[in-house]
């Protein structure tokens, strides 16, 4: 999250200056003085970044939750597959996970996905459960994210349960 963070600053920075620029040429008033529009600018921006890493506390949080509720699970990562990322009509991130079940009997997944951005951040995480798949056989499911993603997004298996 540091990263995300420093990439806030960043963005705040460049819009204060893009703003502080912008108050300059079209002239001040008394209320819109270089200082005070740069000010509200960086407080927008530090409220959209407070916002966004708020939003992936509670989706990592409520995906623990749902991995705790799993009894006597095994660690099945290895028999995980995701496919590639895809925006569906909504504009949210979706992904297809593929399980394969070498149990000799039918078992249900557990598979925490984690949507990243192109330099590795996390920017949301969800939990998709495959139920019932049969002795030596695979199934799929969609993992769809809990809001509108943007940028370049991609997939990872973060914990996998088989029970």
Same mark, same amino acid.
């Given at each position: 999250?540091?990263?995300?963070?420093?990439?806030?600053?960043?963005?705040?920075? *460049?819009?204060?200056?893009?703003?502080?620029?912008?108050? &300059?040429? #079209?002239?001040? /008033?008394?209320? !819109?003085?270089?200082?005070? @529009?740069?000010?509200?600018?960086?407080?927008?921006?530090?409220?959209?970044?407070?916002?966004?890493?708020?939003?992936?506390?509670?989706?990592?949080?409520?995906?623990?939750?749902?991995?705790?509720?799993?009894?006597?699970?095994?660690?099945?990562?290895?028999?995980?597959?995701?496919?590639?990322?895809?925006?569906?009509? *909504?504009?949210?991130?979706?992904?297809?996970?593929?399980? &394969?079940? #070498?149990?000799? /009997?039918?078992? !249900?997944?557990?598979?925490? @996905?984690?949507?990243?951005?192109?330099?590795?951040?996390?920017?949301?995480?969800?939990?998709?459960?495959?139920?019932?798949?049969?002795?030596?056989?695979?199934?799929?499911?969609?993992?769809?994210?809990?809001?509108?993603?943007?940028?370049?997004?991609?997939?990872?298996?973060?914990?996998?349960?088989?029970?």
């Amino acid at each position: 999250m540091a990263r995300n963070r420093r990439g806030a600053v960043r963005v705040a920075a *460049a819009v204060t200056l893009g703003l502080t620029g912008l108050a &300059g040429l #079209t002239g001040c /008033s008394d209320d !819109s003085t270089p200082s005070s @529009v740069a000010g509200r600018a960086a407080s927008a921006v530090a409220s959209v970044g407070a916002q966004a890493t708020g939003a992936i506390a509670s989706a990592t949080a409520e995906a623990g939750r749902k991995l705790d509720n799993v009894k006597n699970g095994a660690d099945a990562k290895d028999a995980v597959r995701l496919g590639t990322p895809t925006t569906d009509s *909504a504009g949210r991130s979706t992904v297809e996970v593929t399980v &394969g079940n #070498t149990d000799g /009997s039918a078992r !249900s997944f557990a598979v925490q @996905v984690e949507f990243k951005d192109d330099g590795g951040n996390l920017l949301d995480t969800v939990v998709v459960t495959v139920s019932d798949v049969p002795s030596h056989k695979s199934a799929t499911a969609t993992a769809r994210s809990n809001r509108k993603l943007s940028g370049g997004v991609k997939a990872d298996v973060g914990t996998a349960l088989r029970y």
